[in-house]
């Protein structure tokens, strides 16, 4: 069965968002063009990678000499969206991700592929990890030019910094509920 792929190459819009309380909330990447909408279960550790990893190729191509791609230091107050997230209807899980870079659109370039129940064989051989995922049932991909890319990454942090307060003693999350500190012994 050939692979489904959700592809968007000028998306009208590309956000993470969480539901939920802190501490359980349940993070999204959701992305629009016209009346179609995808969005991917993601982990917290996984939309903060993300944003990290798209500033820094962001402020890798700043620093080719003329900058002909025309890269954004910062991010362009026409592009913050800080709107919340449309109807989610989670198309699958995130399982591996990948990101990359066009320079023939001046595009970031982000591929998501759902969890997959595949693992080791019986013998310990990692072929499930092949590049070749002719198997998988759907697969998400999006394209953003620059400036929607530092938006991005920039709306991504804010919502992932958005969680549960950190304590000053032990630098573990502080639930609702109360929190014990257990300092490390001296």
């Known amino acids: 069965m050939p692979t489904s792929v959700h592809d968007f ?47 820094e190729i962001l402020d890798q191509l700043i620093t080719i000499e003329g900058n002909r791609f025309s890269v954004p230091t910062g991010t362009p107050i026409e592009l913050v969206d800080n709107d919340p ?3 989610v209807a ?36 990692d072929e499930w990890l092949q590049e070749d995922r002719a198997d ?8 953003m030019p620059v400036g929607t890319a530092r938006a991005f990454a920039k709306r991504t942090r804010e919502i992932v910094g958005a969680g549960r307060p ?11 509920d109360g929190h014990t500190c257990t300092l490390p012994e001296v």
């Open 9 to 55: 190459f000028w998306p009208d819009r590309v956000v993470v968002g969480a539901i939920g309380v802190p501490g359980a909330r349940t993070f999204y990447l959701q992305v629009r063009a016209r009346t179609q909408v995808v969005s991917i279960a993601m982990e917290k550790q996984q939309s903060a990678l993300l944003a990290e990893k798209i500033d």
């Open 90 to 125: 989670e198309q699958f899980r995130t399982g591996a991700m990948s990101l990359g870079w066009d320079p023939t659109t001046a595009q970031i370039v982000i591929e998501a592929h759902p969890i997959t129940d595949d693992g080791p064989d019986a013998d310990g051989n």
């Open 136 to 143: 998988e049932p759907e697969m998400l991909r999006v394209r």
């Open 85 to 87: 997230l449309e109807a």
């Open 166 to 176: 950190m304590c000053p003693l032990c630098g573990y999350p502080v639930d609702a």
